[in-house]
């Protein structure tokens, strides 16, 4: 039996802002000392973990701020909101935790250059009242771009205000949404995560592939990817530490955020398509690491940004009442034929169509991989 239970879930919705001259100033020292106390912590745990082997708790490390914030030549971190100094704790600590039980290296400083700058705000360290923001210490409302509405009677939990490499400013807000399973649907499909295309899907579906069942890359970003290579070849004529570089830099930036930017809205157009009008979806589970050995299939991969497009699925299905199936990974989905199952001896991977020798069928590469990942995927569950 079908629930249609509505299930609350936790969704982030990001907007651009428009800081005044104050809350940039304000939110670019805030950044700057939340990333002073993680690397300061990560120092004090390290030395603790190095000399005498031992943990430093997240209560331990708060003390510390507290101590730190008593000092002279750091009395300025209780110059900005304190809770995003905590949130930078809280992150340590879980990075910390990821550590300890091997799910992740050890923790790394965060670098000015490499970072993206962000500051995060929890209940007490901001307003919501009639649709404005106000975060701690910012004075006013910040000038938020609404280009979607938050959901009915939202209660955002957690803010995130960030700047990306461009200059752009971003707020991101954490609320917990009602989201309500779809209608069973009659599909079912199966994905290949395309060389030559962004995804091939084991049968098309009008509107959303072409013929054959291919999803092309965006549009337009073969046109954006030739405008980033000339801001990067710009780039590299500039003179070091010049004015020049350093506009240059931001075009690059610029650029590269937009093609990031319309990949993700594509992505999400695509994956909701597919969670809608099939009931079962099946993928196989390539992990990039694995395929990253291959050099002609990494750049192949990164572009059809396919952990981004598994992880939209896996949570879409989720949502809408869907199925998920990952397939094993070592399954021969392009030498297998997907008409008469027969397995052919070698699939060179610059071969993009071909006869099966057994039956005659002849197929699409990616088609028939999509086919056999569906066949697959029934069968497991
Ligand atoms: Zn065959």
Redesign the pocket.
């Known amino acids: 039996m079908m629930c249609a239970m509505a299930q609350r879930v936790k969704r982030a919705f990001t907007y651009r802002f428009y800081p005044t001259p104050e809350q940039a100033e304000q939110l670019a020292r805030t950044f700057g000392c939340a990333r002073l106390v993680y690397n300061k912590a990560l120092e004090e745990r390290s030395r603790a973990y190095a000399m005498e082997g031992r943990r430093v708790s997240y209560g331990e490390s708060s003390a510390m701020l507290t101590a730190w914030k008593r000092t002279q030549e750091l009395a300025f971190l209780g110059e900005v909101s304190s809770v995003p100094l905590q949130q930078a704790l809280r992150h340590l600590q879980s990075a910390f935790t990821n550590f300890f039980a091997k799910r992740a290296a050890y923790p790394r400083f965060k670098s000015r250059k490499k970072c993206r700058l962000s500051a995060e705000y929890t209940r007490s360290a901001f307003t919501w009242r009639d649709g404005e923001l106000t975060l701690a210490k910012t004075g006013v409302p910040l000038d938020i771009v609404w280009s979607r509405p938050l959901p009915e009677g939202a209660e955002p939990s957690t803010v995130t205000v960030s700047r990306d490499a461009a200059g752009r400013w971003f707020v991101s807000i954490l609320c917990e949404d009602a989201v309500r399973p779809l209608e069973p649907a009659d599909g079912v499909v199966g994905l290949d995560a395309g060389v030559t295309s962004l995804l091939t899907l084991s049968r098309p579906i009008p509107g959303l592939t072409d013929a054959a069942g291919k999803v092309a890359n965006p549009r337009h970003e073969r046109a954006d990817r030739a405008r980033l290579a000339r801001a990067q070849r710009a780039l590299a004529r500039k003179e070091r530490g010049s004015n020049n570089r350093a506009k240059a830099k931001v075009r690059v930036a610029r650029v590269h955020a937009r093609i990031t930017d319309r990949r993700r809205d594509h992505l999400h157009k695509l994956t909701t398509s597919i969670v809608r009008e099939n009931q079962v979806v099946a993928i196989e589970d390539l992990t990039v690491g694995n395929l990253v050995k291959n050099h002609r299939l990494a750049r192949a991969i990164s572009d059809a940004s396919w952990r981004q497009v598994r992880a939209m699925l896996e949570y879409k299905a989720r949502w809408y009442g869907r199925e998920l199936v990952v397939v094993d990974r070592w399954f021969p989905s392009s030498k297998l034929?997907s008409?008469?199952g027969?397995v052919a001896s070698s699939m060179p991977l610059e071969v993009r169509e071909w006869v099966?020798a057994?039956?005659g069928?002849t197929h699409d590469r990616d088609v028939n991989a999509a086919r056999n990942i569906l066949a697959a995927g029934l069968a497991e569950r």
């Open positions: 034929c008409a008469c027969v099966c057994a039956c069928a």
